[in-house]
């Protein structure tokens, strides 16, 4: 089992370019997280997907969009990069309590 | 708004030692709580969960609730260098969502 996997690993935008992270999980998990990490503020929750099919805002979700494409993938676009969106990206998946998470992507936007 | 608390350190302890992080959140009514682990770089792993108060062991690792004065601690016996890193303290907020706290760095000095 590969766990959660995501792609990129590494990304560089211009302001206002748009891209899509990629999120899979092969671990049957019916509920899918995009957290972003930035220096000192932990991890802050952008949307998540509590099953197949539904999608809800979480605490930043302002400038990002996402699709739950099906059980297994959950993809996170910006559709008009800011600077403000330089951070780490991070995909998680559950099925109960516990979290798990996939490798993350670093995104720099100049 | 709900929220998780902790010391962003460094905590410095020496090799051998035990290694204590704490951990207080606002919620009275959260029931689950859990300790993630994050090297430099890399992405949280999930390393103890604890449900009820009282202490829950697992190898080197014990963590403590306390749901009457709302901490979570998490101790550490005979530190290695190897546990240097980031411990992320999370508590459920709902039936899907985590929240975070932004992580105490610890450090093991050989």
């Known amino acids: 089992n590969a766990g959660v996997t995501q792609t990129p690993k590494f990304q560089v935008l211009k302001t206002g370019q748009s891209m899509t992270l990629q999120c899979a999980q092969d671990?049957?998990?019916?509920?899918m997280y995009w957290y972003r990490q930035d220096p000192g503020m932990g991890l802050r929750l952008i949307y998540y997907?509590?099953?197949?099919?539904?999608?809800d805002k979480g605490e930043v979700p302002n400038g990002y969009n996402v699709s739950r494409l099906n059980k297994r993938e959950f993809s996170l676009r910006l559709e008009s990069a800011a600077p403000s969106q330089t951070s780490v990206y991070f995909c998680?998946?559950?099925?109960?309590?516990?979290?798990?998470f996939g490798p993350g992507t670093r995104l720099t936007v100049t | 708004q709900k929220e998780v608390e902790q010391n962003s350190g460094p905590l410095s302890v020496p090799e051998g030692a035990i290694a204590s992080l704490n951990c207080t959140y606002s919620d009275r009514v959260s029931q689950s709580f859990f300790w993630y682990r994050q090297y430099s770089g890399k992405s949280p792993e999930l390393i103890m969960s604890i449900y009820s108060n009282g202490d829950k062991e697992d190898g080197r690792f014990t963590a403590q609730l306390n749901k009457a004065s709302q901490y979570v601690s998490l101790l550490i016996r005979d530190s290695q260098p190897s546990d240097s890193a980031t411990y992320l303290c999370?508590?459920?907020?709902?039936?899907?969502?985590?929240?975070f706290g932004s992580g105490t760095r610890l450090l093991v000095r050989p």
């Open positions: 998680a998946s559950n099925q109960g309590s516990e979290q798990y």
């Open positions: 999370a508590v459920k907020e709902s039936s899907y969502k985590l929240i």
């Open positions: 671990m049957n998990h019916n509920s």
């Open positions: 997907s509590a099953s197949e099919g539904t999608t």
